[in-house]
C-alpha cells in the first residue's frame, strides 16, 4: 500500500485545502499514516513555539546594503552567492513588494502563501479604501500616506488605476521599518526606478526580457521612454495584538522587477513618464509572498475579521476562492469591467465612458498591461501580440 509522504502530511496540517483529495481519503483511512500526521503536527507545533519565543527579525537594511556592496562588484560570482531565493507574496489594496529574508533562522519555515497564476477583478471604491485603511490601523503609521502619495505622483495611466511605481522622492523609497496597530511592517525598495530612451537599458538595468508589440494602432508611435522598476519588498512581522494563530509570523510580499514602456500620438511630442500617454506597455514579475508560520486561510481570517472591513469588500474577497492562486485586480467605482481571455489567460478590462483604459492579464510569470486612449478594439490588438 503506498502511504501519504511526510511532505503531504506537512502540507494537510498547514493548507488542508491544498492537499488532493485522493491523499486525504488516504489519511482518514489510514492509522500509520494518521499517526504520522500527528507527529508532523506535533513538531509543527513545536516549531511554531520555539521560533516565537526567538522572536527573529531580520535586518533588511543590512541584508540590503550587502547585496548593494555584491552587486557594485566586477565578478558575477560573487552575486550569485549572496543572491537570495525569490520570495513569495501579496495582499489586497496596500501597495506591498518583495523582499530578502537570507539568513534568518526562521527561514527553514518559509511557506508560500501566494503565488497568483490568474488575474480576477474585485470593485473598490474611496470609501472602501478608507475604511480599510482604518480597520488595518495603516493610517497612524504615515506608511500609508507617503505610500499613496507615491502612487499619485509616480503613475502612469494603464489599467484605469494606474501602474505603481515606487517614487525617490517619497518617504516609501529605500528602506525602513515602521511600527503599526498588529506589529512591525519593513520595507526595502533598492535603488530608485531607472528611466531610459533605450529598451536594451532597461532590461540590463533589472535584467528581464520583455516582449513589445510589432505594430501599433494608428496614431501611435514609439515607444518614447521607458521605466526600468527594481524588485522591491515589504516584510509584515505580526506581534500579540494580531491573535495567536499570526504572533510571531512573518509574511514577506515581493513584487518586480519589472519594465514600463510608453508610446506618444502621432504629433511627434514625447509624452513624459508620470502623464497620461497614448499607449502604456508594461510587464511586471508576478507578485508573490512567504509565510513563516502562518497559512493563507489564516491571513485572510485575519484581514477580513478586521473592525470596520468593508463587508461588501470582504463578500469580493471571498468570492475569489483560494487567494493563493488568484491575483486581484482593483476596479474603482465610474470604472466598467469586462472580462476576456489573451492567449487563453483569463483578462480584466476595465473601460471608462466607453473607451477602454487598461487590460490586465498574466502569461507565465509575468503580469502584463496594457492601456492608454485608445478603443477596446485596437487596445486588445496589441495586448494580444504579446502573448
Known amino acids: ?135 488595518l490601523g495603516l493610517g497612524q503609521t504615515g506608511l500609508w500616506k507617503s505610500t499613496s502619495a507615491a502612487v499619485s505622483r509616480t503613475t502612469s495611466t494603464v489599467t484605469g488605476t494606474s501602474v505603481v511605481s515606487t517614487s525617490p522622492r517619497t518617504g516609501v523609497t529605500g528602506s525602513g521599518t515602521r511600527a503599526w496597530a498588529y506589529g512591525t511592517i519593513r520595507w526595502s525598495t533598492g535603488h ?93 514579475q508576478r507578485p508573490t509572498a512567504t509565510s513563516t508560520g502562518a497559512t493563507t486561510s489564516q491571513l485572510e481570517s485575519f484581514l477580513l475579521s478586521r473592525p470596520g472591513f468593508p463587508q461588501d469588500l470582504a463578500g469580493e474577497i471571498r468570492l475569489l476562492g483560494n487567494l493563493h492562486d488568484v491575483l486581484p485586480v482593483p476596479v474603482p467605482s465610474g470604472l466598467t469591467q469586462t472580462s476576456t481571455s489573451i492567449s487563453g489567460a483569463p483578462a480584466v478590462v476595465l473601460s471608462l465612458a466607453g473607451v477602454a483604459t487598461g487590460v490586465v492579464w498574466e502569461h507565465g510569470d509575468v503580469v502584463q498591461t496594457v492601456g492608454g486612449l485608445l478603443d477596446q478594439q485596437d487596445l486588445l490588438g496589441v495586448a494580444r501580440q504579446l502573448g
Not at 499570526?246 to 502621432?266: D, F, H
Open 1 to 135: 500500500m503506498r502511504h501519504v509522504p511526510d511532505g503531504i502530511l506537512r502540507r494537510l496540517v498547514d493548507e488542508p485545502l491544498a492537499v488532493p483529495d485522493g491523499d486525504a481519503e488516504h489519511v482518514q483511512g489510514c492509522r500509520r499514516c494518521q499517526a504520522h500526521r500527528d507527529a508532523v503536527a506535533a513538531d509543527a507545533r513545536a516549531a511554531r513555539t520555539r521560533l516565537a519565543r526567538l522572536q527573529v527579525v531580520p535586518d533588511l537594511e543590512r541584508a540590503w546594503a550587502r547585496l548593494e556592496r555584491a552587486a557594485d562588484r566586477p565578478s558575477r560570482h560573487v552575486l550569485r552567492r549572496v543572491r537570495p531565493h525569490r520570495l513569495a507574496g501579496a495582499t489586497g489594496v496596500a501597495v506591498l513588494s518583495g523582499a530578502l529574508v537570507a539568513g534568518v533562522a526562521a527561514a527553514a519555515t518559509l511557506t508560500v502563501v501566494f503565488s497568483p497564476t490568474h488575474v480576477a477583478p474585485v470593485p473598490v471604491s474611496r470609501t472602501d479604501l478608507q475604511s480599510l485603511t482604518g480597520a
Open 192 to 284: 530608485k526606478p531607472v528611466k531610459t530612451t533605450s529598451l536594451q537599458a532597461a532590461q540590463a538595468a533589472v535584467g528581464m526580457t520583455v516582449t513589445l508589440p510589432a505594430s501599433l494602432p494608428a496614431g501611435v508611435r514609439g515607444p518614447t521612454a521607458f521605466l526600468a522598476l527594481r524588485r522591491s519588498s515589504v516584510t509584515v512581522t505580526f506581534g500579540a495584538k494580531a491573535g495567536a494563530a499570526l504572533s510571531g509570523s512573518s509574511l514577506t510580499v515581493s513584487v518586480g522587477p519589472g519594465i514600463l514602456a510608453e508610446y506618444g500620438g502621432a504629433t511627434g511630442v514625447s509624452v513624459p513618464l508620470g502623464d497620461v500617454p497614448a499607449l502604456a506597455v508594461a510587464a511586471l
